[in-house]
């Protein structure tokens, strides 16, 4: 079974930056489709990010100009490059993949990494 897993969390001051990676492993599946989302207590999942192979980046709009999604296929891994960040980007991110062209991949998740955003 396929299994992913995040790192790259931690704690940041507002205005900072973070690179949060996910890698693939325990499988020989190709992902056609891989992002992330992020919970916040009391709240939930939320899309943040997407990317198709051959497709462009998706973006939820409170992230748009400040996180960068991008994939290394050979190595089975997604990044996230988080710039500028806030005190609302506080939150478990969660990677995941899907052997589908969607917009929204779910088949797959990891187990999360904190980030938590100081002031």
């Known amino acids: 079974q396929a299994q992913l897993v995040e790192s790259g969390g931690g704690l940041v001051q507002a205005g900072g930056s973070l690179r949060l990676s996910c890698t693939a492993s325990g499988t020989s599946l190709s992902f056609e489709s891989m992002g992330w989302y992020r919970q916040a207590p009391g709240r939930e999942r939320e899309f943040v990010a997407a990317?198709?192979?051959?497709?462009?980046?998706i973006y939820v709009g409170s992230v748009k100009g400040r996180f960068t999604i991008s994939r290394d296929n050979a190595k089975k891994m997604v990044f996230l490059q988080m710039e500028r960040l806030n005190s609302e980007d506080t939150a478990v991110y969660y990677c995941?993949?899907?052997?589908?062209?969607?917009?929204?991949?779910?088949?797959?998740w990891g187990q999360g990494t904190q980030v938590t955003v100081t002031s």
């Open positions: 990317l198709i192979n051959g497709g462009q980046p």
């Open positions: 995941a993949a899907d052997q589908t062209r969607t917009v929204r991949p779910r088949d797959y």
